[in-house]
T-cell receptor, first 110, second 115 residues
Framework: EDQVTQSPEALRLQEGESSSLNCSYTVSGLRGLFWYRQDPGKGPEFLFTLYSAGEEKEKERLKATLTKKESFLHITAPKPEDSATYLCAVQAWYGNKLVFGAGTILRVKS | ETGVTQTPRHLVMGMTNKKSLKCEQHLGHNAMYWYKQSAKKPLELMFVYSLEERVENNSVPSRFSPECPNSSHLFLHLHTLQPEDSALYLC??????????????FGSGTRLTVV
């Protein structure tokens, strides 16, 4: 069974304090790993898709990386507006659905 | 209007009521999904539709009944729900059911409370 585990469950940072979120996964043949951001009262917003180990993608202060067992979302010099829940999901080659982790709640204080 | 639109945003219903959730996408996508999001739990897939055909029913109780009349609209009909069905119900769409570089586009969800 495909599984996704995210850690930590919650993370509090000071503005400018860089850190990383972890997404560990088990899947029988990875088609893609996806990162989403979700603000309170809203649906998830797509951030990145990663397909193979060693791949990296960047968007503003966020950088996502992928290995064969986990993915990291690195946040460099975060700002309060980066506060949100960050969700990781995987899709297997044989499946037509995304399997999500429970998310990491990020709070950035000024 | 672009994106994925869900109505209503909030819904309170009794256990004996019948109601429907509506989802509409204007992205030209061919696949649509219903997900359930409960507090501190991962998003849980309920149904997948591809080109208006249901291709996955993730062991969802029969009190939830989906309908996809065309590739732009998706409904979730609700009847005799239980309090534990209270959650955020999210609709999403994608270019096709095998995903793609742009991922899923989600609506803002319907916050359902069963009393």
């Amino acid at each position: 069974e495909d599984q996704v585990t995210q850690s930590p469950e919650a993370l509090r940072l000071q503005e400018g304090e860089s850190s990383s979120l972890n997404c560990s996964y088990t899947v029988s043949g990875l088609r893609g790993l996806f990162w989403y951001r979700q603000d309170p009262g809203k649906g998830p917003e797509f951030l990145f898709t990663l397909y193979s180990a060693g791949e990296e993608k960047e968007k503003e202060r966020l950088k996502a990386t992928l290995t064969k067992k986990e993915s990291f979302l690195h946040i460099t010099a975060p700002k309060p507006e980066d506060s949100a829940t960050y969700l990781c999901a995987v899709q297997a080659w044989y499946g037509n659905k995304l399997v999500f982790g429970a998310g990491t709640i990020l709070r950035v204080k000024s | 209007e672009t994106g994925v639109t869900q109505t209503p945003r909030h819904l309170v219903m009794g256990m004996t009521n019948k109601k429907s959730l509506k989802c509409e996408q204007h992205l030209g996508h061919n696949a649509m999904y219903w997900y359930k999001q409960s507090a501190k739990k991962p998003l849980e897939l309920m149904f997948v539709y591809s080109l208006e055909e249901r291709v996955e029913n993730n062991s969802v109780p029969s009190r939830f009944s989906p309908e996809c009349p065309n590739s732009s609209h998706l409904f979730l009909h609700l009847h005799t729900l239980q309090p534990e069905d209270s959650a955020l119900y999210l609709c999403a769409s994608s270019q096709d059911r095998f995903q793609g570089e742009d991922g899923y586009t989600f609506g803002s969800g319907t916050r359902l409370t069963v009393v």
